[in-house]
């Protein structure tokens, strides 16, 4: 029904060497690291020691369909030649040096390494040239297999991102600015857009109706619920909503590999297609499809970082309400961990994906909606199509990636948990903790003018999505500082 909507990665492993060192040194380190890689890696058998090497080795990995590649420095490595890999190979690069290994071995074992990598830097950045280097990018073979490892997730949402296109259906809802951004900030990513409107949506649905493949759709959905969680009258028009969007990503992601949407959902939608999209927009992100509520580009493209960076299901949602003083106390201040202000609830109307909440969840109705669009006291029925219940307990990181009004990229990235405490509310909610969110809150999120919707992953991702970021060039990254650490703004005075 869809195509795979999350890269994968295979990695080609390149050995650079410096002519006035044995070539030698630097083939066996390569073959060690290969060894110790517990994954696929392709071992390229070229050495590049000078530019006709370094075409040979882009020619060779790229015959074996590699997407990403490590370049290796078994020894001091040839400045000139092995910058040039990262320039002449389409995708991302990573870079990587030998330790020493004996103290026995320091005369013609010796790789010098540690010294050519910095080399190495200064050329990247002469030729401004992006690349991926480890916080200490020196190692043993078991330690380059593990920085190795660790960029996986990394260049996952590199390559995704490089085929990304993102199917928006607007205008934005009134009142909705904070959901407006520049899309100047998506073509500097290299990420592709198709702007479209409801009507164009709303063709498309009914073109859909009657399409054999709808039983089947439903059958999954009732599956996927369970008797008396789902409204079976509903799903045959959550179902024909389904496969338009199916097949809307299939025939208009060009030639882009990758698609996300962001789909105003409010407030026309419920009136003209007769349900609220919030369950589909559920079930599409638990397939790696991330569909971002009040056409909310930006919380779309967060989403599909999480999605590769995790290979698991996100959602977004608004940072939306503090945590009431009587639940605090109750619930929450007895294991002394949090204090209050660390405190908020994620909420939205109900497009976090089934997986991820807790058994409880079951399809609903938007209690907003259903009062302003059906009359006071009717039975709900086109606002009906909520995924709603209490988000599942467990670590997450919220983020977003977002373009400011003057066109400049920031983010944020905040990593906490999910409290297994019952909201006693309505929608897809949950009690989120992050350290110190009352300073992240006023120092970052309304300091640097961020929306209110936060992508968020579940699982603590903080430091791969910040290697993308600093991968694309984003230079304000934002995080929840400790309380040691004050932000730029925060000043030491207090109220007397």
């Known amino acids: 029904m869809t195509f795979q909507n999350i890269p994968e990665v ?10 006035c060192f044995p070539v030698a040194l630097s083939e066996t380190r390569r073959h060690a690291v290969a060894a110790a890689y517990p994954g696929e890696l392709y071992e390229c058998p070229v050495t590049v020691e000078n530019e006709a090497d370094m075409q040979k080795a882009v020619a060779d990995v790229a015959r074996a369909g590699c997407n990403a590649l490590v370049v290796f420095l078994g020894n001091f490595g040839p400045e000139t030649p092995e910058t040039l890999l990262a320039k002449q190979f389409h995708g991302p690069c990573m870079f990587v040096a030998a330790a020493e290994e004996s103290a026995a071995d320091l005369i013609n074992g010796r790789g010098d390494a540690y010294c050519g990598m910095l080399n190495c830097s200064y050329n990247l950045g002469l030729r401004r040239l992006r690349a991926y280097i480890p916080d200490y990018p020196v190692g043993t073979a078991e330690e380059v297999a593990t920085m190795i490892a660790r960029f996986v997730p990394v260049t996952r949402a590199m390559i995704g991102l490089s085929g990304l296109k993102i199917l928006s259906f607007g205008p934005r809802p009134q009142d909705f600015f904070a959901c407006n951004a520049p899309i100047k900030g998506l073509y500097e990513l290299g990420v592709e857009i198709e ?53 809307w990503a299939n025939e208009h992601k060009g030639n882009r590999g990758y698609v996300a949407f962001a789909n105003k959902c409010w407030p026309a939608f419920p009136s003209q297609f ?71 609830m994620g909420f939205h109307c109900g497009n976090t994906p089934s997986c991820k909440m807790c058994s409880e969840r079951a399809i609903k109705y938007q209690l907003i909606q259903h009062r302003v669009l059906e009359p006071a006291g009717s039975q709900p029925d086109i606002s009906r199509g909520t995924l709603e219940g209490d988000i599942a307990p467990g670590d997450v990181t919220l983020f977003r990636l977002q373009c400011d009004s003057e066109g400049t990229l920031r983010s944020y990235i905040a990593q906490g948990e999910v409290l297994q405490v019952p909201t006693r509310s309505f929608g897809g909610i949950g009690v989120f903790a992050i350290p110190e969110m009352g300073r992240f809150y006023r120092h970052v999120l309304i300091a640097k003018h961020f929306p209110h919707h936060g992508a968020v992953a579940f699982g603590h991702y903080g430091k791969a999505i910040a290697e ?24 030491p005075f207090a109220f007397e």
């Open 274 to 344: 007769g349900f609220e999209p919030c369950y589909v927009n559920a079930r599409l992100a638990a397939r790696g499809i991330p569909v971002a509520c009040e056409v909310d580009i930006y919380g779309a493209l967060s989403e599909y970082i999480g999605a590769c960076v995790s290979e698991d299901a996100v959602t977004i949602l608004d940072i939306n309400n503090s945590v009431p003083q009587d639940m605090y106390e109750a619930a929450i201040r007895p294991a002394g961990i949090y204090k209050l202000t660390d405190l908020f």
């Open 468 to 491: 993308v970021l600093r991968y694309l060039g984003v230079e304000d990254i934002s995080y929840n500082r400790p309380a040691a650490l004050p932000y730029p703004d925060e000043l």
């Open 10 to 19: 295979k990695l080609g492993l390149v050995a650079v060497s410096r002519d």
């Open 195 to 247: 702007e479209n409107s409801e009507l164009d949506l709303l063709v498309a649905y009914k073109a859909h109706q009657g399409d054999p493949r709808i039983p089947a759709v439903m059958r999954d959905m009732a599956a996927e619920m369970g008797e008396g969680r789902y409204y079976p009258d509903l799903n045959e028009r959550m179902a024909q909503y389904e496969l338009t969007l199916l097949d």
